[in-house]
Nanobody
Framework: QVQLVESGGGLVQPGGSLRLSCVAS????????MDWYRQAPGKQRELVAA???????NYADSVKGRFTISRDNAENTVYLQMNTLKPEDTAVYYC???????????????WGQGTLVTVSS
């Protein structure tokens, strides 16, 4: 079994910064892609940023130049540095990972419980 635990959310003023973290634990052999999604009230969940185990990244147009995704493969951790935050960034942010786990081994798609980011003055 694999678990993801996010942290780092909170209330921040427009223009401020936050850093989210997501740690994967359990019977993990390897983690392929690690992603950050978000879901604002009344909206569908959307991909914010993704990073492969080789470090290749992909960003939603709405966050390019403001957010940076990174990962520590040795610690099974992914980060999302969010700068110049805007009220429209307010959402619950979810971590997602594609992990190769035992027994099996087998690939699992795992989601975290989410962390709330509120951007407001």
């Amino acid at each position: 079994q694999v678990q993801l635990v996010e942290s780092g959310g909170g209330l921040v003023q427009p223009g401020g910064s936050l850093r989210l973290s997501c740690v994967a634990s359990g019977s993990i052999l390897k983690i392929n892609t690690m992603d950050w999604y978000r879901q604002a009230p009344g909206k569908q969940r959307e991909l914010v940023a993704a990073i492969t185990d080789g470090g290749r990244t992909n960003y939603a147009d709405s966050v390019k130049g403001r957010f940076t995704i990174s990962r520590d493969n040795a610690e099974n951790t992914v980060y999302l540095q969010m700068n110049t935050l805007k009220p429209e960034d307010t959402a619950v942010y979810y971590c997602r990972a594609l992990a190769l786990a035992v027994p099996g081994p087998r690939w699992l798609e795992v989601w975290g419980q989410g962390t709330l980011v509120t951007v407001s003055s």
